[in-house]
């Protein structure tokens, strides 16, 4: 079943995929999102890790990351959420935020009370699917930077890195993409990547020299060899794109009218 682009207020939301557009849950769901839509500016932290996590996080546009941070305040970005993705920051006491989420850009999502959440799955067996589809997705990805980040060299694991920021932002597969936006600094990249930000600059610089891409604009990416770009990130750009995109799921929209 194709994903749809559902409306609140002025944004858009990609409904999960398997959810029917005229269904009960999708006119359910848009509700919720109304009643809970919130705006915030890039460089807001939504939720600190250790705070009391009541609430589930479903984007509508913009780009949120999620981090965990050592005793010496060390960060890494675990996962980078973009419209249609769904999160419960909670650890297993669920009062409790077990990561720290803060904005990449600027935001548009609903935070729902996490018990009207679980009262609308409870009602809505159809979101069922969605939810599992949306959580292997998420598992996927995840499971995928942790090879590279535990096995790979800093060129694997920053195309990696690209090549599913790429495939999960565009909505596209990668031979199509020819350009594409992070809203992230090379210090916040490195975060994701587990380097510092002068090895970031250092290796995306070396992928310029050799004809790979090129990178502008606060992170303006261009692709200029798709296929030396994914045997770097040791990826079949098809079968990646069919483990971390939901299915039929489409690129996030903003400020429709």
């Not at 935070?111 to 996927?140: M, S, Y």
């Not at 920021?165 to 990249?189: A, D, Y």
């Not at 604009?217 to 995109?245: C, S, T």
Request: proline share 4%; glycine share 6%; charged share 25%.
């Amino acid at each position: 079943m194709s994903a749809r682009i559902l409306y609140a207020n002025r944004d858009a939301f990609v409904l999960p995929a398997g959810i029917k557009e005229d269904s009960k849950a999708a006119h359910q769901m848009s509700d919720l999102i109304r009643t809970h839509l919130q705006n915030h500016p890039a460089k807001a932290v939504i939720k600190l890790e250790g705070e009391e996590s009541d609430c589930v996080y479903l984007m509508v546009s913009g780009w949120l990351c999620v981090s965990k941070f050592t005793m010496e305040g060390n960060r890494l970005i675990v996962d980078i959420l973009l419209s249609g993705n769904i999160l419960d920051p909670a650890s297993a006491d669920a009062d409790i935020s077990a990561v720290e989420v803060e904005t990449l850009s600027d935001v548009t999502y609903a935070a729902i009370p996490r018990g009207t959440w679980l009262r609308f799955v409870d009602d809505n067996p159809e979101i069922v699917g969605a939810l599992h589809q949306e959580t292997g997705a998420a598992w996927a990805r995840m499971s995928e930077r942790m090879l590279r980040l535990g096995k790979g060299g800093a060129e694997t694991i920053i195309a990696y890195a690209l090549c599913e920021l790429c495939l999960r932002s565009t909505g596209q597969g990668l031979p199509e993409v020819k350009e594409f936006h992070i809203p992230m600094n090379q210090q916040q990249l490195g975060d994701l990547c587990g380097l510092s930000s002068v090895h970031i600059c250092r290796t995306l610089r070396r992928f310029e020299r050799n004809g790979i891409l090129d990178v502008s604009d606060h992170m303006d990416i261009m692709i200029r060899d798709i296929d030396r770009l994914a045997d770097l990130a040791e990826i079949d750009p098809d079968d990646l794109r069919n483990e971390i995109v939901p299915n039929d799921a489409l690129p996030p929209f903003r400020n429709c009218s």
